[in-house]
Protein backbone atom coordinates (compact mmCIF):
# COMPACT_ATOMS: atom_id res chain seq x y z
CA UNK A 1 0.00 0.00 0.00
CA UNK A 2 1.28 2.85 -1.02
CA UNK A 3 1.63 5.80 1.89
CA UNK A 4 -0.42 9.09 1.06
CA UNK A 5 1.24 12.51 2.35
CA UNK A 6 0.14 14.78 4.38
CA UNK A 7 1.45 18.24 4.39
CA UNK A 8 1.83 20.25 7.16
CA UNK A 9 2.45 24.24 7.28
CA UNK A 10 5.45 25.81 9.45
CA UNK A 11 3.91 28.90 8.44
CA UNK A 12 6.82 31.77 8.97
CA UNK A 13 6.08 35.53 9.72
CA UNK A 14 8.33 38.30 11.30
CA UNK A 15 10.19 35.56 13.42
CA UNK A 16 7.06 33.63 14.44
CA UNK A 17 4.80 30.07 13.80
CA UNK A 18 1.68 29.90 13.50
CA UNK A 19 -0.03 27.87 15.59
CA UNK A 20 -3.67 26.00 15.05
CA UNK A 21 -5.71 24.13 17.73
CA UNK A 22 -7.98 21.32 16.20
CA UNK A 23 -12.12 21.74 16.75
CA UNK A 24 -12.10 17.74 15.43
CA UNK A 25 -12.05 15.58 15.48
CA UNK A 26 -12.77 15.04 19.08
CA UNK A 27 -9.73 12.99 20.04
CA UNK A 28 -7.22 15.69 18.51
CA UNK A 29 -9.77 18.70 19.77
CA UNK A 30 -7.34 21.11 22.02
CA UNK A 31 -4.20 20.31 20.74
CA UNK A 32 -2.16 22.02 18.08
CA UNK A 33 -0.72 21.13 15.07
CA UNK A 34 0.93 23.10 11.89
CA UNK A 35 -1.68 23.38 9.92
CA UNK A 36 -2.30 21.06 6.70
CA UNK A 37 -3.55 18.14 4.95
CA UNK A 38 -3.53 15.11 2.93
CA UNK A 39 -2.46 16.01 -0.48
CA UNK A 40 -4.32 15.09 -3.85
CA UNK A 41 -3.50 12.48 -6.44
CA UNK A 42 -1.03 13.70 -8.29
CA UNK A 43 -0.32 16.93 -6.22
CA UNK A 44 3.28 17.68 -4.98
CA UNK A 45 3.78 18.11 -1.52
CA UNK A 46 3.88 22.55 -2.23
CA UNK A 47 0.83 22.34 -4.14
CA UNK A 48 -1.00 20.39 -1.71
CA UNK A 49 0.27 23.09 1.21
CA UNK A 50 -0.57 26.07 -1.13
CA UNK A 51 -4.19 24.90 -1.66
CA UNK A 52 -4.81 23.72 2.31
CA UNK A 53 -3.42 26.92 3.79
CA UNK A 54 -6.09 28.56 1.11
CA UNK A 55 -8.97 26.22 2.27
CA UNK A 56 -8.15 25.97 5.95
CA UNK A 57 -7.04 29.83 6.95
CA UNK A 58 -7.89 32.34 3.77
CA UNK A 59 -4.26 32.91 3.14
CA UNK A 60 -2.02 32.86 0.20
CA UNK A 61 1.44 31.06 1.07
CA UNK A 62 4.67 30.56 -0.44
CA UNK A 63 6.41 27.01 0.50
CA UNK A 64 10.02 27.53 0.76
CA UNK A 65 11.66 24.01 1.80
CA UNK A 66 10.83 20.71 3.44
CA UNK A 67 12.28 19.85 6.95
CA UNK A 68 14.25 16.68 6.79
CA UNK A 69 12.01 13.54 8.37
CA UNK A 70 8.43 11.98 7.94
CA UNK A 71 6.56 10.87 10.55
CA UNK A 72 3.86 8.56 10.19
CA UNK A 73 0.29 9.01 11.22
CA UNK A 74 -1.74 6.51 11.20
CA UNK A 75 -1.68 3.10 8.82
CA UNK A 76 -0.72 4.88 5.45
CA UNK A 77 -0.33 8.14 6.06
CA UNK A 78 2.75 10.50 6.67
CA UNK A 79 3.93 13.71 7.70
CA UNK A 80 5.61 15.82 5.46
CA UNK A 81 6.65 19.27 6.80
CA UNK A 82 7.57 22.49 4.66
CA UNK A 83 8.33 25.69 5.91
CA UNK A 84 6.05 28.03 3.89
CA UNK A 85 6.38 32.33 4.08
CA UNK A 86 2.95 34.28 4.26
CA UNK A 87 2.08 36.14 1.17
CA UNK A 88 -0.83 37.76 1.57
CA UNK A 89 -4.09 37.47 3.96
CA UNK A 90 -5.03 37.29 7.56
CA UNK A 91 -4.76 33.86 8.48
CA UNK A 92 -8.55 32.80 9.80
CA UNK A 93 -9.76 29.50 11.44
CA UNK A 94 -12.13 28.46 8.45
CA UNK A 95 -11.76 24.65 8.92
CA UNK A 96 -10.88 22.39 11.28
CA UNK A 97 -9.37 24.57 13.80
CA UNK A 98 -10.79 27.28 16.78
CA UNK A 99 -7.86 29.37 17.32
CA UNK A 100 -4.97 30.10 15.64
CA UNK A 101 -1.73 31.67 17.57
CA UNK A 102 1.56 33.29 15.95
CA UNK A 103 4.43 32.11 18.12
CA UNK A 104 8.08 33.28 19.01
CA UNK A 105 10.82 30.73 19.06
CA UNK A 106 10.53 30.75 23.01
CA UNK A 107 7.22 30.55 22.98
CA UNK A 108 6.52 27.32 21.10
CA UNK A 109 6.48 24.80 24.39
CA UNK A 110 3.06 27.06 25.50
CA UNK A 111 0.83 25.08 23.67
CA UNK A 112 0.28 21.41 23.11
CA UNK A 113 1.53 20.34 20.14
CA UNK A 114 -0.02 16.93 18.49
CA UNK A 115 3.07 14.73 18.94
CA UNK A 116 3.87 14.04 15.52
CA UNK A 117 4.46 17.75 14.64
CA UNK A 118 6.38 18.37 17.70
CA UNK A 119 9.66 17.30 15.70
CA UNK A 120 9.27 19.30 13.27
CA UNK A 121 7.94 22.36 15.57
CA UNK A 122 11.43 21.78 17.20
CA UNK A 123 13.70 22.60 14.26
CA UNK A 124 11.71 25.24 12.93
CA UNK A 125 12.29 26.45 16.91
CA UNK A 126 15.92 26.26 16.18
CA UNK A 127 15.91 27.87 12.93
CA UNK A 128 14.03 30.90 14.32
CA UNK A 129 16.46 31.10 16.76
CA UNK A 130 19.44 31.11 14.91
CA UNK A 131 17.35 33.41 12.38
CA UNK A 132 17.15 35.80 15.97
CA UNK A 133 21.04 35.96 16.51
CA UNK A 134 21.48 36.04 12.87
CA UNK A 135 24.02 33.21 12.82
CA UNK A 136 23.21 31.13 9.89
CA UNK A 137 25.88 31.67 7.89
CA UNK A 138 24.74 31.47 4.09
CA UNK A 139 23.34 28.32 2.43
Known sequence: MT??????????HQGRLL?????APPELAGRWELPGGKAEP???????????????????????ERIPGEWPLKPGLVLHVWTARLVSGEPAPLEDHDELRWLEAGELDSVDWLDQDRPAVAEIGRRLRAAHTGSHGGA
Open 19 to 23: AARRS
Open 42 to 64: GETGPEALVRELREELGVEAEPL
Open 3 to 12: ERVVVGGALC
